[in-house]
């Protein structure tokens, strides 16, 4: 898993390189913008693998130690990369990859520490109906956003970016839980 995210990395780099705009080809080998994705959902394979491969005998804290690891070597490659491209979810940028991927695999190890290590979950239950219903949760802020759009709607500026953004993004991401929630109890799903 770690080699193919190598790959990925090294795709994307020459996929960006100029020397490729001297061929059509070589522009049409290397014209995937999801590869960076592909990286980020490689970094949770490897975080799987280190928390649940039961193949592999190892003590809870070792994986731990591991977990911890991998996010220091994710920040690293972020930072390593920051003065080559933009953090910049925008254009899937690796630098961005690379940090979010570091925040998921802490945020994980500590979830994992505090509900399956130390049983506190009580207060997970307000998420379970978006987990339940992940492409209900997926679409509504799509709907809402087309919404926007369609009467002409907008948030003041401060919404958009620094502290106001990240406390606007915090609630909206609340509100849509919510509305799930309450969606839920209406018996309204969305199922593939």
């Given at each position: 898993?770690?080699?193919?995210?190598?790959?990925?990395?090294?795709?994307?780099?020459?996929?960006?390189?100029?020397w490729?705009?001297?061929?059509?080809?070589?522009?049409?080998?290397?014209?995937?913008?999801?590869?960076i994705?592909?990286?980020?959902?490689?970094?949770g394979?490897v975080?799987?693998?280190?928390?649940f491969?039961?193949?592999?005998s190892k003590t809870?804290?070792?994986?731990?130690i591991e977990?911890?690891a991998?996010t220091a070597?994710?920040?690293?490659?972020?930072?390593?990369?920051?003065?080559y491209?933009q953090?910049?979810?925008?254009?899937?940028?690796?630098?961005?990859?690379?940090?979010?991927?570091?925040?998921?695999?802490?945020i994980?190890s500590?979830?994992?520490?505090?509900?399956d290590?130390?049983?506190?979950?009580?207060?997970?239950?307000?998420f379970?109906?978006?987990?339940?219903?992940?492409?209900?949760?997926?679409?509504?802020?799509?709907?809402?956003?087309?919404?926007?759009?369609?009467f002409?709607?907008?948030?003041?500026g401060?919404?958009?970016?620094?502290?106001?953004?990240?406390?606007?993004?915090?609630?909206?991401?609340?509100?849509?839980?919510a509305?799930?929630?309450?969606?839920?109890?209406?018996?309204?799903?969305?199922?593939?």
């Amino acid at each position: 898993m770690l080699i193919s995210l190598v790959l990925c990395l090294l795709y994307y780099i020459i996929g960006r390189s100029s020397w490729i705009d001297t061929s059509a080809t070589l522009q049409y080998l290397f014209s995937s913008g999801h590869v960076i994705t592909s990286a980020i959902v490689l970094c949770g394979v490897v975080l799987t693998l280190l928390f649940f491969n039961e193949s592999v005998s190892k003590t809870i804290t070792r994986r731990f130690i591991e977990s911890l690891a991998l996010t220091a070597a994710l920040f690293l490659i972020g930072y390593m990369l920051r003065p080559y491209y933009q953090i910049s979810k925008i254009h899937g940028t690796p630098t961005w990859a690379f940090y979010s991927a570091a925040w998921c695999c802490l945020i994980f190890s500590l979830l994992y520490w505090l509900v399956d290590i130390k049983k506190y979950d009580a207060w997970t239950s307000f998420f379970k109906p978006a987990a339940a219903n992940p492409l209900l949760t997926y679409i509504i802020p799509f709907i809402i956003y087309a919404l926007i759009k369609y009467f002409d709607l907008s948030l003041p500026g401060v919404f958009y970016h620094g502290l106001g953004g990240i406390l606007w993004s915090a609630t909206y991401a609340i509100l849509v839980m919510a509305l799930v929630m309450g969606l839920n109890r209406l018996h309204i799903k969305l199922q593939l």
